[in-house]
Each structure stands twice: as structure tokens, then as C-alpha cells.
């Protein structure tokens, strides 16, 4: 399996999809410092910068899993405007649907059949929950079956309690698994 991972950071859901056994073939990153360090643990993958320059065009064929963790910002508990998808840094996640969509019509129709979202829990009271709504139908109007938890990394083997929603689509005329 090959995967995009856009605002890559520095590489923690890369990791963990190469543990995986699950290639990751594109990384997105727009900071300098997060870029130099993807370029030495990611020779291999194709490192793109700012995700409002990326085009499906710029991808590589064959993906299988997307992976998101878009800026939070604006959409966290202690965001001290609380603009949620309208702010300036969150609402970058429109960056990573229109790239999806655009990947679907440039590489006849195909699309990832696994999309992963990442972002804290202010997410789901972000805007009285609209915001999550709004990253619900977009994932569906991709064309993805979904489900969301959110998962506390403390339960995982962090020393630090960390939830986080983690949102996972599966395409939707693909059967998923068990």
C-alpha cells in the first residue's frame, strides 16, 4: 500500500504507517524546521511544501490511504477567537479535500481507499459542532463511508494525556472489512 500524508508535521502518522508496511509515497509540509527532518527519516517520499500550491496532478499514482491532520488553531478549546473552519490556519483542510477531488479526476477517477483524519477534540464543539459536521459531509461527498472516536494517546503508551479525534473514511464502493 502507498500513502499521501498531507501536513505531514513531523512525521508521526508516516511512522506509524511505515510500521505498518504501508509506503508513504507524498508528504505535504509547509514548515522549514518539520521539512528537514521529514527529508532525512523520508528520503525516499516526495515532499511537497505549501498545500494550497499541491495539485492532483502533483501526486503519486496509486495511493492508497490519505492521512490528515490539519491545523487546529482555530478550531481548539483555547483558540482565542475561535474562528473554527473559517480561520485563517483550519480551514487549510479545504486545501486537502479539493486535492482529493482533483486526484479523483486526474488519475481516472481513482481515489485512496482509506482517508484518516487527526485533529484535537475542540473539533467537535468547534462552531456548536457545525464544524465537525461540515468535516463529516465533506468526507462523505468524497465518496467515503466513515466512522470517528477519539482516542487518548496516554492509553497508548504516551506519558502525557493527548486525545485526539481520529476520523477514518473508507471508500464507499469498496466493502470494508470486518
Known amino acids: 500500500m502507498r500513502a499521501l ?4 508535521g513531523i512525521g508521526g502518522f508516516d511512522l506509524g504507517l511505515q510500521e505498518a508496511g504501508i509506503e508513504v509515497v507524498d508528504q505535504i509540509e509547509f ?3 518539520c521539512q528537514a527532518i521529514l527529508r532525512r527519516h523520508f528520503p525516499t517520499a516526495n515532499l511537497m511544501g505549501d498545500i494550497t500550491d499541491v495539485h492532483g496532478s502533483d501526486l503519486s499514482d496509486g495511493i492508497d490511504v490519505a492521512t490528515a491532520g490539519f491545523p487546529c488553531q482555530n478550531t481548539s ?3 482565542p477567537h475561535r474562528l473554527g473552519l473559517a480561520g ?4 487549510k483542510f479545504f486545501d486537502f ?3 482529493l477531488q482533483e486526484y479523483q479526476r486526474v488519475i481516472a477517477d481513482a481515489r485512496p481507499r482509506w482517508v484518516v483524519i487527526e ?3 475542540g473539533i467537535l464543539k468547534s462552531n456548536s459542532g457545525r464544524d465537525m459536521a461540515t468535516v463529516v459531509r465533506c468526507v462523505e461527498e468524497l465518496g467515503y463511508g466513515w466512522a ?3 482516542v487518548d494517546g496516554r492509553h497508548l503508551g504516551s506519558a502525557q494525556r493527548r486525545p ?3 476520523l477514518v473514511g473508507h471508500r464507499a464502493d469498496d466493502p470494508p472489512p470486518a
Not at 485563517?88 to 480551514?91: E, M, R
Open 88 to 91: 485563517p490556519k483550519s480551514s
Open 164 to 166: 485526539r479525534v481520529l
Open 31 to 33: 514548515e522549514a524546521h
Open 148 to 150: 470517528y472516536r477519539v
Open 119 to 121: 485533529n484535537p477534540p
Open 5 to 8: 500524508s498531507a501536513f505531514t
Open 97 to 99: 479535500v479539493r486535492l
Open 77 to 79: 478549546i483555547g483558540a
